[in-house]
């Protein structure tokens, strides 16, 4: 390899990895403030306009980080690796939003216990996956990231449970009227956006691993 390619190699590992880490970080933006908003619920239209925009700015990191590939000659992993790390990081980010999207819709006014321990997960899986976006440059020594990864699974296992045992008790606690079955579907329906942010998270985590494991 020429010096001039090794040095486009390794401002192309700064530029992609840094790109990625730093959008990495609107999941945990967006879950803290979507924490804060659990503060003053319902959630408002301008609390949901809020989510959006900053979901909007990740993907406008996104659109940045995939036309720099397309003009890359020698990207520092393999262009579909990167390219599904984008894609996953994305699920992600948009998974967060609409448990906050949702909550608005559906005019929740309070949360069961179940929904404020998911959400808290959630928070959890946010930082555990910036931390390994961090480390995402140290993909040759794998041992820094998948402490973060191993990490991730274990809170999508906690959030799995957690949802299970919810919609498990909905149905228990259930009565024969028209405000309990409108009262389930709506809950039902919340609890499977949380657990389906919980799972965009768990995927994003494999995406990570299976890059590193291609690029080794």
Not at 12 to 17: H, L, R, V
Not at 42 to 62: C, F, Q
Not at 71 to 97: C, G, H, Q, T, W
């Amino acid at each position: 390899m020429s010096k001039k390619d090794e040095k486009k190699k390794k401002g192309g590992e700064k530029n992609y990895f840094k790109q990625l880490y730093k959008t990495s970080h609107y999941a945990v933006e967006l879950s803290n403030t979507l924490g804060t908003m659990l503060n003053s619920l319902p959630m408002t239209n301008e609390n949901a306009i809020t989510l959006h925009k900053m979901e909007h700015e990740a993907d406008i990191r996104n659109d940045e980080l995939i036309d720099n590939l397309y003009k890359e000659f020698l990207p520092p992993i393999e262009r579909d690796d990167l390219m599904n790390l984008v894609y996953s990081l994305d699920d992600v980010i948009d998974a967060i939003e609409d448990v906050g999207v949702r909550l608005f819709m559906l005019r929740i006014t309070g949360l069961k216990p179940e929904a404020k321990e998911v959400i808290s997960v959630i928070a959890e899986m946010s930082l555990a996956l910036e931390k390994a976006f961090g480390e995402l440059h140290n993909f040759k020594k794998p041992k820094t990231i998948y402490p973060y990864l191993k990490e991730i699974g274990q809170l999508e296992e906690k959030g799995d449970q957690i949802y299970r045992g919810a919609v498990r008790k909905l149905f228990d606690e259930a009565e024969n009227t028209v405000k309990s079955t409108m009262d389930i579907m709506k809950w039902r329906e919340l609890f499977e956006i949380m657990e389906s942010a919980c799972t965009a998270f768990e995927n994003a985590a494999n995406r990570i691993q299976d890059t590193i494991m291609k690029n080794n």
